[in-house]
């Protein structure tokens, strides 16, 4: 068994092929209606990893054909003025999804800045309502968020069975976590979720056939927690201590990937997983978006 090696899941080469699907499609959009999808994105002060994050949307709607229109507003812009901006891309027409780059200040409540994103625009899929439709059985929302639907994509493409699987999913944030959760279930998986309160996480997560790792707590998984043949979705993106990088640290997952992939079946890379994934799903909900209003 020692000599047993998960296979890697390329977040990267499945995020490509996906991104030129999508620049196929904008093109047709473009060709048969002289329009193409624009993507909204909302920045307010001037965070370096916002920024960084931003710039790498910039590159990948570029990349595809989508149109990018940047909002930058500075760190001490009021609530009210920055409900006035998405207001504002809410009625614009070449506009198809709206991105709210958080955090955002302390004097800026979120939860009211994201309520006001108009419904079809909410490409990044935490508007209520989206995951209010997540969550009923029979209901479809307008947006999955990016993550968790990347991290579903991830299983379909690499030909991992999810209907009738023990999946566990260790978090429940809004952001991946619960939505992730609802996802799994709407593909027919048996879904367990372990969070801080539970007794004995390592027990629970040992019977999953599919693990969801979304707690933000650097290798926290050991690969004595893993099912031997397991699918391991690693979300988590930690930086830690590394003097020999010219950083100073590196980035690892919420899985102790050398460890993990000894016992896995399938497992997905710290970086090059579901990072790539996450912003390949944004521009595809944007095209979805872009699709709904100009072709109805």
Request: charged share 25%.
């Amino acid at each position: 068994m020692s000599d047993h090696k998960a296979t890697v899941i390329d977040g990267k080469a499945i995020a490509q092929t996906i991104r030129s699907e999508i620049a196929t499609e904008v093109r047709r959009l473009s060709e048969t209606y002289g329009k193409v999808p624009g993507l909204a994105v909302v920045i307010v002060g001037n965070r370096k990893d916002s920024e960084s994050y931003v710039n790498m949307k910039r590159k990948a709607c570029a990349e595809v054909g989508i149109k990018s229109v940047d909002t930058n507003l500075p760190e001490d812009v009021s609530e009210t003025e920055l409900i006035c901006r998405v207001h504002y891309l809410n009625v614009n027409p070449d506009v198809h999804g709206i991105l709210v780059q958080l955090p955002l200040p302390k004097h800026i409540n979120e939860e009211k800045v994201l309520t006001e994103i108009a419904l079809e625009k909410d490409v990044d899929g935490f508007h209520p309502m989206n995951i209010g439709k997540l969550a009923m059985k029979g209901r479809e929302p307008l947006f999955v968020p990016c993550t968790p639907k990347g991290c579903v994509e991830l299983l379909k493409r690499s030909g991992i069975t999810i209907k009738g699987k023990k999946a566990v999913v260790v978090g429940r944030s809004n952001i991946v976590g619960l939505p992730v959760t609802l996802l799994l279930l709407k593909e027919d998986a048996t879904v367990t979720v372990v969070h801080s309160g539970t007794k004995e996480p390592e027990s629970i997560i040992r019977e999953a056939d599919i693990i969801i790792a979304a707690v933000g707590q650097a290798m926290m998984i050991k690969g004595s927690w893993i099912k031997p043949g397991a699918a391991l979705i690693d979300v988590g993106t930690n930086a830690v201590d590394d003097p020999s990088k010219k950083s100073g640290y590196r980035l690892v997952g919420d899985c102790d990937y050398h460890e993990a992939c000894k016992v896995a079946g399938w497992i997905t890379p710290v970086p090059g997983g579901v990072g790539p994934m996450t912003v390949a799903m944004l521009l595809k909900n944007t095209l979805d978006g872009a699709k709904r209003a100009i072709e109805r």
